[in-house]
């Protein structure tokens, strides 16, 4: 094999640990860069990164999936934030749609940092092949977990990878979530067959209450012979 051909099979193996769910592997350290954000505050991931958890997120406004993602990120940052994680979203756009960030990002009323890459240097050296993209770090930079793209329901895999980087059990997280909502269900389905039951039960009790009824004009009609019997008799006495 070439010279070249060996350059190209090292590059994909890279990229291949890279890719997917969980493909990195947990050895992967995270490389540091330094970015300014949408008020020209320079930000550096080591300095975040150094004792709390960090998600980088990799986009562009022109990336169609990458708002419904960045919707998840804005919950992850009101939920998680006051456990210590951190997020930073690095727009990719290149000089001729940087200006349509601040824009994008205040119209959607995210609050978690942008951070502006208008030259792709972080993309490159975060071997970034498309967005979105979403990196999540332990604390000083272990990459705990890497996926590229983005559909319906990843979100939920990425918010538990969220939960193992903050030592956050998964059981605490389905405690919190399904069963909260099960019982919510429970509860309307409860007082519907409380209700159903004691609808039922009047009208069983006026069933009851009618056949004493009947009953009761039955021994009437049965006393009233045994009444006119003694005026029968008495007549035939005369």
């Not at 190209?8 to 769910?21: D, N």
């Not at 150094?50 to 919707?71: D, G, H, L, N, R």
């Not at 939920?156 to 193992?164: G, N, S």
């Not at 030592?167 to 405690?175: A, F, I, Q, V």
Request: proline share 7%; aromatic share 6%.
């Amino acid at each position: 094999m070439s010279r070249q051909g060996t350059k190209w099979m090292a590059a994909l193996a890279l990229v291949a640990a890279l890719m997917g769910f969980g493909g990195a592997a947990r050895a992967d350290k995270a490389p540091d860069f330094s970015l300014p954000d949408l008020h020209g505050k320079s930000v550096r991931l080591s300095e975040i990164n150094k004792s709390e958890p960090v998600i980088v997120s990799f986009w562009a406004t022109w990336c169609q999936p990458c708002p419904q993602e960045m919707q998840h990120l804005q919950r992850f940052h009101e939920t998680y934030a006051k456990n210590g994680l951190k997020i930073v979203a690095i727009s990719i756009d290149g000089p001729k749609t940087v200006s349509k960030v601040k824009p994008f990002v205040t119209g959607r009323s995210f609050t978690f940092p942008v951070l502006l890459d208008t030259n792709n240097d972080v993309k490159r050296i975060f071997q970034v092949s498309a967005v979105p993209t979403v990196c999540v770090l332990k604390p000083g930079g272990e990459i705990a977990f890497h996926h590229v793209g983005y559909k319906p329901g990843d979100e939920v895999a990425l918010e538990q990878e969220i939960r193992k980087v903050l030592g956050l059990s998964e059981s605490k997280e389905g405690d919190a979530g399904a069963p909260a909502d099960s019982t919510k269900k429970a509860d309307p389905q409860t007082d519907s067959s409380s209700t159903d039951s004691s609808s039922d039960a009047p009208d069983a009790s006026a069933d009851a209450a009618e056949a004493p009824t009947a009953s009761e004009d039955a021994s009437a009609d049965a006393t009233a012979p045994a009444e006119r019997t003694p005026s029968e008799t008495g007549e035939a006495a005369r």
